[in-house]
């Protein structure tokens, strides 16, 4: 049974730092890469950034780029998702998903084949 799980969510001052971990069951994980997106309720979800099957590359939007590191253990199985300098428009459900291109940026056009179900990270200013 594929699973995505995601922990480390929590409320945060503005400011502040935040690590996400997604522990990855029920498939090859160092086969695929691994995306980090969010979304607030109401809203669209939006893509935050990306990490290839190896780890060998990343890519971010702009708006977390210099804030957000995403990097893997693939001995573990998980993908991390720290975060710095928190501003509350940060303030979201972060979900990761998994996807199997081995393309070196897999954005929200890729075919994310599966999903965790997201903890919430809180900004508050």
């Known amino acids: 049974q594929v699973q995505l799980v995601e922990s480390g969510g929590g409320l945060v001052q503005a400011g502040g730092s935040v690590k996400l971990s997604c522990v990855a069951s029920?498939?090859?994980?160092?086969?695929?890469?691994m995306g980090w997106f969010r979304q607030v309720p109401g809203k669209e979800r939006q893509f935050v950034g990306h990490?290839?099957?190896?780890?060998?590359?990343?890519y971010y939007i702009k708006s977390v780029r210099g804030r957000f590191t995403i990097s893997r253990d693939n001995a573990k199985n998980t993908v991390y998702l720290e975060m710095n300098n928190l501003r509350p428009e940060d303030t979201a459900v972060y979900y990761c998903?998994?996807?199997?291109?081995?393309?070196?940026?897999?954005?929200?056009?890729?075919?994310?084949?599966?999903w965790g179900k997201g903890t919430l990270v809180t900004v508050s200013s």
């Open positions: 998903a998994a996807e199997r291109s081995q393309a070196i940026v897999a954005g929200p056009w890729a075919d994310y084949d599966y």
């Open positions: 029920g498939f090859t994980f160092s086969t695929y890469g």
């Open positions: 990490i290839t099957f190896n780890g060998g590359s990343t």
